[in-house]
């Protein structure tokens, strides 16, 4: 894996779980944004299968305490989107460029 350098390299903050309940798990993790973007380089393709999906764990953008629930958020300092399902033929760097200018990762 290629390690990942950026110029302007910041601290994210990230909680990781083992489950979807989020009753274990590394809890709140504050890595580089170039380690977060290295570790994401292998992508862990598992099929539709929920419970393979999770055997890789989950994250949630911030700081969670306690489980996971909007309730328990602290605060986020990153935007996750999920875009398993997108519809054939979208683009989705034309769809997002406009909104963030080039200050996003894909």
Same mark, same amino acid.
């Given at each position: 894996?290629?390690? @990942?350098?950026?110029?302007?390299?910041?601290?994210?903050?990230?909680?990781?779980?083992?489950? *979807?309940? %989020?009753? +274990?798990?590394? %809890?709140? @993790?504050?890595?580089?944004? +170039?380690?977060?973007?290295?570790?994401?380089?292998?992508?862990?393709?598992?099929?539709?299968?929920?419970?393979? *999906?999770?055997?890789?764990?989950? @994250?949630?953008?911030? *700081?969670?305490?306690?489980?996971? +629930?909007?309730?328990?958020?602290?605060?986020?300092?990153?935007?996750?989107?999920?875009?398993?399902?997108l519809p054939p033929g979208m683009d989705l760097f034309d769809e997002i460029e406009p909104l963030y200018k %080039?200050?996003?990762?894909?």
């Amino acid at each position: 894996m290629k390690k @990942i350098e950026l110029e302007h390299d910041i601290k994210i903050s990230l909680t990781h779980y083992n489950d *979807k309940h %989020g009753n +274990s798990g590394k %809890g709140h @993790i504050e890595p580089l944004l +170039s380690e977060f973007y290295s570790a994401l380089q292998t992508p862990k393709v598992v099929g539709d299968n929920e419970e393979n *999906k999770l055997k890789n764990g989950l @994250i949630t953008s911030g *700081k969670v305490t306690g489980q996971r +629930s909007n309730d328990n958020v602290k605060h986020k300092n990153i935007l996750v989107y999920d875009v398993d399902d997108l519809p054939p033929g979208m683009d989705l760097f034309d769809e997002i460029e406009p909104l963030y200018k %080039g200050s996003f990762a894909i």
